[in-house]
């Protein structure tokens, strides 16, 4: 089996890639995403991780303030090196323009992950320091349990860049913050 040849947009240049260059890189797979100026090439997605993306998406746009508005799979730039792809986030809706491909931090109220086998560090570890330190309000993670989705629920610290845990949801999800919330986490087994 012969090696096949890397692609010249794979080789970082000797600083890093830079946030402007995911919409200049030619033939970039779907869903990549810049992280400490290093390209994160996500693997497939697994049917979990695409029905809890559309039951969050559907139960969110229900209940979606005027002022606010859902957006899946786009990219924040957090920084010069930094603009990972949150798998939803809830933005202002005066930050919309549909031909975008990435949010600031400062137009995102919310960013949510659904933790994939490959994804769990970046997930659990960096993306919520990375978001944080950008002073985006609300976090949540969501991962697969034994009778469906669990969303943990974090908010932004007042003491410091840092998210606090404000609850586990497994069967439902109602919350107040950052809108009025309800969302039956059962209904992932009728997507």
């Known amino acids: ?26 033939d970039l797979p779907p869903h990549t995403e810049l992280i400490d100026g290093s390209l994160v090439l996500v693997s497939p997605r697994k049917g979990f991780h695409s029905t809890a993306i559309d039951l969050l998406v559907m139960g969110l746009r229900r209940t979606v303030p005027d002022h606010y508005r859902v957006r899946r799979e786009m990219t924040v730039t957090l920084g010069s090196q930094q603009r990972p792809e949150p798998d939803l986030m809830v933005v202002d809706t005066s930050a919309v323009d549909e031909e975008q491909t990435s949010f600031a931090p400062e137009s995102v109220t919310l960013a ?9 560090a970046r997930d659990r570890d960096r993306k919520p320091v990375l978001y944080a330190r950008s002073g985006i309000p609300h976090y949540w993670r969501v991962e697969q349990g034994d009778d469906g989705p669990v969303v943990y629920v974090y908010e932004l610290d007042s003491a410091g860049p840092c998210y606090g845990l404000t609850g586990i949801h497994h069967k439902r999800l109602a919350l107040d913050a ?4 309800d969302i ?3 209904e992932i087994s009728r997507l």
Not at 112 to 120: C, G, H, K, N
């Open 1 to 26: 089996m012969c090696a096949q040849p890397v692609p010249d947009w794979l080789i970082p240049p000797p600083e890093g890639f830079r946030a402007e260059d995911l919409d200049a890189l030619p």
């Open 112 to 120: 949510a992950e659904v933790v994939s086998p490959e994804s769990v």
């Open 178 to 181: 950052p809108y009025p919330i």
């Open 184 to 186: 039956d986490l059962t």
